[in-house]
Nanobody
């Protein structure tokens, strides 16, 4: 079992920054690929950024490239999403997720944290 707890969401003005954190339980966190997703009402949950187990490989959606940075600290069982130059369209509930198996399916999810960007 893996438990994920997000924090760091909130209200910020356009152009501002936020840093999301996701604390994971379990001794094998360093073996998991991790991802950050976001979802707005009535829309699908989209992958925003992902990071390999070692942190050596990352992925970003085109909409956030150059503005968001995903990182992880395996000693602290934590993954981060640094969000800069925020735009109103970044407003969403952000979820972290763990991919613990060999497939591309994320099988553990946090409860989500709201990010609201005002114009």
């Amino acid at each position: 079992q893996v438990q994920l707890v997000e924090s760091g969401g909130g209200l910020v003005q356009a152009g501002g920054s936020l840093r999301l954190s996701c604390a994971a339980s379990g001794r094998t966190f360093s073996r998991y690929a991790m991802g950050w997703f976001r979802q707005t009402p009535g829309k699908e949950r989209d992958l925003v950024a992902a990071i390999s187990w070692s942190g050596g490989s990352t992925y970003y959606a085109d909409s956030v490239k150059g503005r968001f940075t995903i990182s992880r600290d395996n000693a602290k069982n934590t993954v981060y999403l640094q969000m800069n130059s925020l735009k109103p369209e970044d407003t969403a509930v952000y979820y972290c997720a763990a991919r613990t198996g060999p497939s591309l399916v994320y099988d553990y999810w946090g409860q989500g944290t709201q990010v609201t960007v005002s114009s």
